[in-house]
């Protein structure tokens, strides 16, 4: 098994110690006293007790920051993507630490003036600088003459999916004196298994760009921690996720999903995230040297998405499931996840970090869905034109 | 009428220093067949649950609902071998005692020469309630219950209980789209398992110190439901294997001899008292892996898989396939966190045990029935 032994030592030696860290213990009694109004209730999940679930996360995240602020100050860089589905990172994170009163730095890779910053999250960095932080631009390899040789404790990269592109910002990051590297790598790298889900330690494909840049870490870097998420959503993400399925909600036009639709992933609201790498910050010798599955604690089956959408669109759905080889289409091209199980859970933060998941995609997409419609894009003209391939090649009728 | 049989000093035995893993292996040793790859994690949970257990501070006067068939035989000789004094109450149609496939003579004789029996009918209320009461037991592990009626008589019997540890079921939850089941989840009042539900919900009433364990597929050597033995029958018959639909639907396996730990750490153990857990295997599997992992464990050549549309079929009443046809699996973080649970076997391990301990000896408790398989083998294959 090519796993990264020291980390799944690192997983069982902390898994011991961390069972006696009380915040670990809090979470879980708090999850009890949530279950007695959920217990009584014999209705869909969507009971009334949910309002609780999202008041009772948002506490502990500023109990955690109470704790940051008699703590030690950080002084953070976030080497940031300016495109794809893992930009909206940084931007969480960088205002959750700011909020916690830390020093931030974002460097985003390219120019402030390019088209790319006139899309979500960047052209809302305005309120990463009125909460204080810093946000530059250029090339991560040149991270030590765009930060003027300024010296940081902790250092994320959040860009890179290779060694080629990290190691320039490793290396600076150590000579330079930063105490803690975060990485933010990718649950893609698991290799398939018939024993769901992925958990820190399993095989990893050994080809893989992030696994070299985490082998990579884990050589050279005295406190690092990876971090590997799934799907998100949240408000700035750059890259579509739950606006696939509302697209074709509001038009009324069948949803096609290939396979069977029984396909679990992940799909976790960017918050999720980025408390877990604050709490990476704030506990340090909790996290180090670890692996992090980055997602929340339930997984959606890709027909279960699907519905909440609707559901959240107050709207009904046609599922149509059809065979991507049958019908010609790349199934990549036509659907945003993948045709598999793609399905890991967050034992290790749960474990070594006392993090606790806060998504709950049956009010999170009620309150994207509503994003959705504020920004007109409901009434937005779209081309499906994969969609009307795969759906005349099943001979279902779509509404003019 | 039945009888009471009379009680049986228990040796006196207050030295209960042990880990609950050291004392399975040494229970079931040599009923334990070692795989040829020991993982160095094993190693690492002997030492983590010996620092977790909450051993029982004294020997408790136990009674097992059952005990006879599956979870029980494994139960009661952890109980047993923690130097309880535990009874069984049966009906007494099996034999009260088994030797079980790889227990030593003496441990199986010192083991038949402990264990007491109460026989009697549990839909006897009346004689549940006075038998009990006459007794007097400290603990009661529920293990058969299917219905609230059932143990009310138990509660009624003994109001000075220290704990009522109660056998629920993972069948509890409402089907879900976000997945795994947790404690917190929704139940199903409408399920085939509301009897659980309804005696969890009487347990919690009743203000009595209880502990409800929710299971998802038990398996292990002695299994009554064909779980493993499905696939085995299969496999030794050298057949294709049907499975519905996709076989991506996801289940989850516990073995049967980690699922009596579990029911063994939460005996006396504060951190249990009025709390549900799931006690499940570590990973879950999909349909498809499951039939593969079971080929591992009986060293036979993979398997092939052929997968049909039940909707096209008609098999009356046969099951067709031993698992819901539908996504089925339970988070075990709480029972870790909570209680530092830990599985010793894990899936192709467990059903290794299971096959070298049962099936493979030639032992199974259905015959093979391959009737449903040749009616799908039969029809031309509908693709999904």
Redesign the interface.
């Known amino acids: 098994m090519a796993t990264l032994s020291s980390s ?2 690192s997983l ?2 902390s ?2 110690s961390s ?1 006696l860290f009380p915040l ?2 809090s979470s ?1 009694s708090s ?2 006293s ?2 007695s109004s ?2 009584s ?5 969507f ?1 009334a007790s949910s309002p609780t679930f999202l008041a009772y996360p948002s506490s502990s995240s500023r109990l955690s920051s109470i704790s940051a602020s008699a703590a030690e100050k950080k002084k953070v860089l976030i080497v940031n993507t300016n495109s794809g589905g893992h930009a909206v990172i940084g931007f969480y994170f960088a205002k959750e630490l700011l909020g916690s009163g830390h020093s931030v730095t974002i460097l985003t890779v390219g120019e402030e003036s390019s088209d790319k910053m006139k899309k979500p999250p960047f052209n809302r960095f305005s309120e990463i600088v009125s909460a204080g932080g810093s946000t530059v631009w250029g090339n991560p390899a040149d991270v030590g003459s765009i930060v003027g040789g300024e010296v940081f404790d902790v250092v994320l990269d959040n860009n890179g999916k290779d060694l080629e592109t990290v190691r320039p910002v490793i290396d600076w990051a150590k000579s330079s004196g930063a105490k803690q590297f975060l990485f933010i790598s990718s649950a893609g790298i698991y290799k398939t ?5 992925h ?1 820190e330690g399993d095989t990893v494909k050994a080809d893989a760009g992030h696994v070299a840049v985490e082998k990579y870490l884990e050589e050279s870097f005295s406190n690092w921690a990876s971090f590997r998420p799934q799907y998100m959503i949240g408000s700035g993400n750059n890259k579509d996720c739950e606006e696939w399925f509302f697209d074709r909600i509001v038009r009324d036009r069948p949803v096609p999903i290939p ?2 639709g ?3 992933t992940n799909i976790t609201h960017v918050r999720d995230l980025s408390s877990m790498l604050t709490l990476a910050v704030e506990k340090p010798e909790a996290a180090r040297n670890s692996i992090f599955n980055c997602v929340s ?5 890709l ?3 699907a ?2 959408c609707a559901k959240a669109a107050g709207r009904p759905v046609n599922i149509v499931h059809y ?1 991507p080889k049958a019908v010609g289409v790349d199934a990549k091209k036509a659907f945003p996840f993948r045709n598999m ?1 793609f399905y890991a ?1 967050p ?1 290790a933060a ?2 070594k970090l006392g993090w606790s998941s806060t998504t709950y ?1 049956p009010e999170d997409l009620k309150e994207r869905f509503e994003e959705y419609v504020k920004i007109g894009r409901d009434k937005k003209t779209i081309q499906f034109e994969l969609d009307d391939k795969i759906l005349e090649a099943l001979k279902v009728p779509v509404p003019v | 009428m039945a009888r009471f049989v009379a009680v049986t000093p228990s040796q006196q035995n207050n030295q209960l220093s042990f880990s609950p893993l050291a004392s399975s292996l040494s229970d079931f040793s040599g009923t334990k067949l070692h795989c040829s790859h020991i993982h160095f994690k094993r190693k690492q949970w002997q030492t983590k649950s010996a620092s977790f257990y909450v051993s029982a501070s004294s020997n408790k006067k136990i009674l097992i609902m059952g005990g006879t068939r599956f979870i029980g035989v494994f139960l009661s000789r952890l109980l047993v071998k923690e130097g309880h004094q535990v009874t069984l109450f049966t009906r007494g149609k099996a034999p009260v005692t088994q030797q079980l496939p790889g227990e030593s003579d003496s441990d199986y004789a010192d083991f038949s020469s402990k264990i007491l029996h109460l026989k009697g009918d549990r839909q006897d209320f009346e004689f549940v309630k006075s038998s009990l009461s006459a007794q007097g037991f400290d603990v009661v592990y529920d293990i058969n219950g299917r219905e609230a009626v059932e143990v009310e008589p138990i509660l009624d019997a003994l109001p000075n209980m220290e704990q009522f540890i109660y056998c629920s079921s993972a069948g509890v939850y409402l089907k879900s789209d976000l997945l795994p089941h947790a404690e917190v989840d929704a139940v199903d009042p409408k399920s085939r398992h509301k009897g659980k539900l309804e005696t969890e919900s009487l347990l919690q009433s009743r203000g009595v110190n209880w502990t409800s364990i929710r299971p998802v597929y038990i398996y292990g050597p002695l299994n009554y439901n064909p779980v493993e033995e499905w696939f085995f029958h299969r496999l030794k018959a050298g057949r294709p294997i049907p499975i519905p639909s996709s076989g991506l639907q996801i289940t989850q396996l516990g073995h049967v001899k980690d699922l009596a730990r579990a029911f063994v750490q939460v005996l006396g153990n504060d951190k249990a008292s009025k709390a549900i857990f799931n006690i499940s295997g570590e990973k879950y599997v999909t349909f498809d892996g499951l039939a593969r992992a079971c080929a591992k464990a009986g060293g036979f050549p993979e398997p092939e898989l052929i997968h049909y549309n039940p909707k096209d079929y008609d098999f009356g009443k046969k099951k067709a396939f031993p698992f819901r046809d539908q996504h089925f699996f339970a988070s075990t973080e709480k029972s870790k966190s909570v209680l530092g649970f830990e599985n010793e076997f894990d899936l192709v391990e467990g059903l290794t045990d299971s096959y070298n301990l049962d099936f493979g000896r030639g032992t199974y408790r259905k015959e093979a029935d391959f009737s449903t398989d040749d009616i799908i083998l039969g029809k031309t294959l509908v693709s999904v």
């Open positions: 799944s030592a069982l030696f898994a011991s069972n670990s213990h879980t999850r009890l949530f279950s959920l217990h209730s014999s209705a869909s999940l009971s298994t018939d024993e769901p889900p958990v396979g069977s029984l396909q679990l604690n339930r997984a959606v089956t027909d279960g998405m519905k909440l065979d199980h859970e034992r749960q474990t995609l």
